[in-house]
């Protein structure tokens, strides 16, 4: 048995709580994404017959899926399927490539899989010149008719924009150990941490990260008020009349 407030039983959670809380929600005709420890066949089935449709990525935890996508594109083209560069953000240009096959739909040992893809994302960063990549294998079970490499791409990148804000919460303010569980405490404490991250990100700086913001204004209190307005140099100017 998982010990309490451990990992293991942050993942047993989460994994048990997917489909309940899925069940709720209308979610007929949308993409439901979920990272390498979502990925479940029990999960995938239950999406599947709700009429929506997953997309998951493999790792570790599912070692067989992920040697399988790996081998298929070992030998993979030069020119991806589709690829894209974003500007510059926060000093960084970022390059992703995506390469999608249906060649394993009736291998792989997983429901309802209607392509597989690899993902690669190569980072460069104007500032210090160092270029560093990743690689992404996933699965969803969308056919190629239905999701072209371009929008497997940008349900991976949306994906992964909302996992960052989880990210830097759970970081952050150990949001996952929060011991605050009655009446609509947890609600509204969550709202007011992100409602927190968000000004801090209007106000972030290239290459400086939200923890070290949150170091700076703790010794620095005033800040905090500027950053919310609330002192005389840092409001918005009202006229009235």
Not at 155 to 169: K, T
Not at 205 to 215: F, T, V, W
Request: glycine share 6%; charged share 25%.
């Amino acid at each position: 048995m998982p010990v309490e407030g451990s990992e293991e039983q942050k993942r047993t959670n989460e994994i048990g709580m997917a489909i309940p809380l899925l069940k709720g929600c209308d979610i007929a005709g949308k993409d439901i994404t979920g990272d390498a420890l979502l990925s479940q066949r029990t999960l995938a089935t239950f999406i599947v017959s709700e009429q929506a449709h997953y997309h998951f990525i493999a790792k570790g935890n599912q070692p067989g899926l992920q040697r399988d996508i790996a081998l298929l594109f070992e030998k993979r083209d030069a020119v991806a399927d589709f690829s894209e560069t974003t500007p510059a953000d926060h000093g960084r240009i970022e390059t992703r490539r995506i390469w999608c096959s249906t060649a394993l739909n009736d291998y792989l040992d997983f429901p309802h899989v209607g392509q597989v893809f690899l993902i690669e994302r190569v980072s460069f960063d104007k500032k210090t010149g160092m270029q560093t990549g990743d690689v992404a294998l996933g699965m969803t079970s969308r056919p190629p008719q239905e999701a072209s490499p371009q929008r497997v791409l940008n349900i991976n990148r949306n994906h992964w924009s909302i996992e960052s804000v989880h990210y830097i919460i759970d970081w952050n303010y150990d949001e996952d150990r929060c011991r605050i569980r009655s009446g609509f405490g947890p609600e509204n404490i969550t709202r007011f941490r992100r409602f927190a991250v968000g000004i801090l990100k209007s106000f972030q700086k290239p290459n400086q990260s939200i923890a070290e913001m949150m170091r700076n204004l703790s010794f620095r209190p005033r800040m905090v008020f500027d950053y919310l307005r609330m002192t005389k140099n840092s409001a918005y100017s009202i006229q009235l009349g």
